[in-house]
């Protein structure tokens, strides 16, 4: 736990428009970063969409294609029956993957992927502007 921030890049294959969003908190985690930059970047999506939603981040990328049926089966709960962490994002993670069609995709961080070091960039960025108040 400590000052997290969080950055994502969206971009319209078709136009190539981008949009890009970053924010950040001073005491969290890294999983809940990773989920809120997913959120905010489906946040800012203006109607129903088609994302390929491209993560470093393994917790976010199983959690949609492997966890989170489960979890919602058992009522919140991970199979040895504890408590889900960061259920609230989770919650509105699936709330926005019913407006959305989200194809998830892991790749390996800091290996020079153009959107994933913007995002980086971005998230770094927002804990700095933060420090800076």
Same mark, same amino acid.
């Given at each position: 736990p400590g000052p997290g921030g969080w950055g994502f890049v969206l971009r319209d294959p078709v136009s190539g428009k981008e949009k890009? #969003?970053?924010?950040?908190?001073?005491?969290?985690?890294n999983n809940r970063m990773e /989920?809120?930059?997913?959120?905010?970047? +489906? !946040?800012?999506?203006?109607?129903?969409s088609?994302?390929?939603?491209v993560s470093d981040s393994q917790?976010?990328?199983?959690g949609l294609q492997e966890?989170?049926?489960?979890?919602?089966?058992? #009522?919140?709960k991970k199979?040895?029956?504890s408590p889900v962490?960061?259920?609230? /994002?989770?919650?509105?993670?699936?709330? +926005? !993957?019913s407006e959305h069609r989200i194809e998830p995709e892991w790749i390996r961080g800091h290996q020079g992927h153009e959107f994933n070091e913007r995002c980086d960039r971005l998230a770094v960025a927002a804990i700095e502007r933060m420090r800076s108040r």
């Open positions: 890009e #969003g970053s924010g950040g908190d001073p005491q969290t985690t /989920l809120l930059s997913v959120i905010e970047g +489906l !946040r800012s999506l203006k109607s129903p088609r994302v390929r939603l917790y976010v990328v199983k966890w989170i049926a489960g979890w919602k089966a058992r #009522g919140w199979a040895d029956k962490l960061n259920r609230e /994002l989770w919650e509105e993670l699936d709330r +926005l !993957r």
